[in-house]
Nanobody, 115 residues
Framework: QVQLVESGGGLVQAGGSLRLSCAAS????????MGWYRQAPGKQRELVAG???????NYADSVKGRFTISRDNAKNAVYLQMNSLKPEDTAVYYC?????????WGQGTQVTVSS
């Protein structure tokens, strides 16, 4: 298990940008998949973006072309650049790490997009 701490959330107007950061407590070099999920009020947690150790990425259809996930193994960090934000992007965003033996989750950072 790895401890994950998100930061960078906040309030932004529609069309604006935010960059979320996820700091890991140890090396993420060997972590196969890291990513971001989000959960809006009354909705199930959903995958936003994922990135493998080989830098393969995938995105939810709703964020393709607007969000970019990246990882910096040297800094033990994962990022989510969010552009052209929409009110429907409002949610708590969670960093996620998948390992063969355990899943790890951050405690979340709130993103609120006003119209």
């Amino acid at each position: 298990q790895v401890q994950l701490v998100e930061s960078g959330g906040g309030l932004v107007q529609a069309g604006g940008s935010l960059r979320l950061s996820c700091a890991a407590s140890r090396s993420i070099f060997s972590i196969n998949i890291m990513g971001w999920y989000r959960q809006a009020p009354g909705k199930q947690r959903e995958l936003v973006a994922g990135i493998t150790s080989g830098d393969n990425t995938n995105y939810a259809d709703s964020v393709k072309g607007r969000f970019t996930i990246s990882r910096d193994n040297a800094k033990n960090a994962v990022y989510l650049q969010m552009n052209s934000l929409k009110p429907e992007d409002t949610a708590v965003y969670y960093c996620y790490a998948y390992e063969i033996t355990v899943d790890s989750w951050g405690q979340g950072t709130q993103v609120t997009v006003s119209s």
